[in-house]
């Protein structure tokens, strides 16, 4: 095939440090992934009724899959392999663009694992939700007939969300959109069920779940919570709007565009979220980041989501809303950013 749907997305994410004092638990409602049913102190991020929206739940699952490109990512073909003979599965290979399959009639479809459930903003002829093996996400295309290309994503609560796109082999615009958009829903259906464990799988067994120990060692703040990351934010400030700075307990990277900023830091001590003071006034709620430790903190414009590595030391990413419409979706921004900042440092890429 000549060309691949390609996934223009937009999330959001921060890192700052803070200063003082305690903050307030959380009221019900008021962050990613806390209890429903309570009045919220601050705006809730509503996601749209399409599903083109990022997810207001909380990144608190393990990787499925392994977050690497290419064929190292795809080791787990093999064990799959047998999941999908009743699709009729003729091959598979792995490649850059993804874990591939092909089925027959000239079907094929992908898999790829190394993005979170982001903010589509580019116009889509198809964009509706769905929900695949009790897993919420969206069916979506983004070029127009006669193209057949046909997506799925799923938000699995994970660094990285699964996303399966299938296809006509040979041609952009063989076969029939509304098959393909079929056959990516079985195929996802099978992945999530082997390899999701909120739908009853378990990760794959390559599945890297953290940084190593030395990820942060003598690293640039600037490439740990990156440029491109801040992206995903709508934080489009350039490599050279880069700020480099120091807090009392590490550097610091802020990244500012007139709608919101983006704030990245390290610590360099090995203390833990312990180490780092809560930001002053700030409602605060203990919880988890994939399967590290984390902290979200927020107060009307802002909100700082923290996570504890193995080794002791906290990167933390805050998104400071400069625009109305920034702080209703401050902590969803702030761990999106984050989950793509632990995607590069997992791969080794900061």
Same mark, same amino acid.
């Given at each position: ?23 307030k638990?959380?009221r $019900? ?41 290419? $064929? ?12 999908? #003979? ?8 792995g !490649?850059?663009?993804?874990? &591939?399959?092909?089925?027959? /009639? /000239?079907?094929?479809? &992908? ?5 979170? @459930? ?11 939700p ?9 069916? @979506? ?12 994503n ?6 990285a ?20 958009c ?24 390559s ?10 060692? /003598? ?12 992206? @995903?934010a709508?934080? /489009? ?21 007139? @709608?919101?900023? +983006?704030?990245?830091?390290?610590? !360099?001590? !090995?203390?833990?979220?312990? +180490?780092v003071?809560p ?18 903190? #927020?107060?009307e $414009? ?5 996570? #504890? ?6 990167? #933390?990413?805050d ?32």
């Open positions: 095939m000549s060309r691949w749907p390609y996934f223009v997305a937009i999330a959001l994410l921060l890192t700052g440090c803070s200063s003082a004092v305690d903050g638990a959380f $019900e409602g008021a962050a990613p992934g806390a209890t429903a049913g309570g009045e919220a102190k601050y705006p809730k991020y509503d996601p749209p009724a399409d599903g083109s929206g990022f997810s207001d739940q909380a990144l608190d699952q393990p990787l499925a899959l392994p977050v690497k490109q290419g $064929e190292e990512g795809c080791d787990w073909l093999e064990v799959i392999k047998p999941d999908l #003979q009743p699709l009729g599965l003729v091959s598979t290979k !490649t850059l663009s993804g874990c &591939q399959f092909v089925f027959p /009639n /000239n079907k094929g479809a &992908q898999v790829h694992a190394y993005s979170p @459930y982001s903010w589509i903003t580019q116009d889509a002829p198809v964009m509706e769905v929900e695949i093996a009790g897993i919420k996400g969206r069916t @979506y295309a983004f070029d127009p007939e006669p193209a057949t290309f046909c997506s799925v799923m938000d699995v609560r994970a660094y969300s699964i996303a399966v796109d299938a296809y006509d082999v040979d041609n952009d615009e063989g076969g029939v959109r509304a098959e393909h079929e056959l990516a829903k079985k195929v996802a259906e099978v992945v999530l069920k082997k390899f999701v464990p909120l739908a009853g799988g378990k990760p794959a067994p599945t890297v779940q953290e940084p190593p120990a030395e990820a942060l060692k /003598n690293a640039d703040i600037c490439e740990v919570v990156k440029f491109t990351h801040a992206n @995903y709508g934080v /489009n400030a350039g490599r050279e709007g880069a700020q480099k700075g120091e807090s009392p307990v590490g550097p610091t990277c802020t990244h500012e565009v007139p @709608y919101a900023k +983006a704030v990245g830091m390290y610590t !360099t001590g !090995t203390g833990g979220l312990d +180490a003071p930001k002053q006034g700030a409602d605060v709620r203990e919880g988890k980041f994939g399967l590290l430790k984390a902290r979200y903190e #927020q107060t $414009e802002t909100c700082a989501v923290s996570t #504890q590595l193995p080794n002791g030391q906290v990167v #933390q990413v998104f400071i809303g400069k625009k109305k419409e920034a702080m209703k979706r401050t902590c969803v921004s702030a761990q999106l950013i984050l989950a793509v900042s632990m995607v590069a440092l997992i791969e080794g890429d900061a």
